[in-house]
């Protein structure tokens, strides 16, 4: 990315999430789901929660789907660091209005006391969304990861005719 748009990514996070939220607090409720309550009940991950003053600490991912819905997306778009992933763009290539939001915490566990001072536990491996095939009749999906690290996986569909002549 360019620094313009890298200096966009770096401002938008938790907080503008946080005001969308209020601003629409159905923006992400209708396709919300919780990939992996972590240390929390799975009831207590909604959107008000997650996006709230005080969000939860620990391990959580949660997703939500943003779509069919113009006004939501339209403020949504307003606020992201780019509506259209710039290579694409020059790519010239297509993809749909939907955006897939993924939230997630890996912090540090519980307090532990060494040599008289207080330190969060070293954060584990949080597990994302389970192994899964997506259908996509366009150009492909883009990601913007604005925090942290994620190891992705990806394979060919053994039964998708595409792959027949992979080897």
Known sequence: LAPAERRRCKAFGIPVLQALQKQCPSLFQSHWSVENPGDHPKETLTPANIFGRSP????????SI???DGNALKKFFAKV??????LLKRAKATH???VWLFVGSNRGGAAATTGGKRKLEEPCALRGRPE???AVDHSGTWHVQLE???TWYVRPCCEAADWD???
């Not at 939860?56 to 997703?63: D, F, R």
């Not at 660091?81 to 710039?86: L, Q, R, T």
């Open 56 to 63: 939860p600490s620990g391990q959580y991912y949660v997703s």
């Open 66 to 68: 943003l779509q069919k």
């Open 81 to 86: 660091p780019f509506a259209e992933a710039p």
């Open 96 to 98: 749909d209005d939907g």
């Open 132 to 134: 899964h095939t997506d």
């Open 148 to 150: 942290g690290h994620k």
């Open 165 to 167: 002549a992979s080897p």
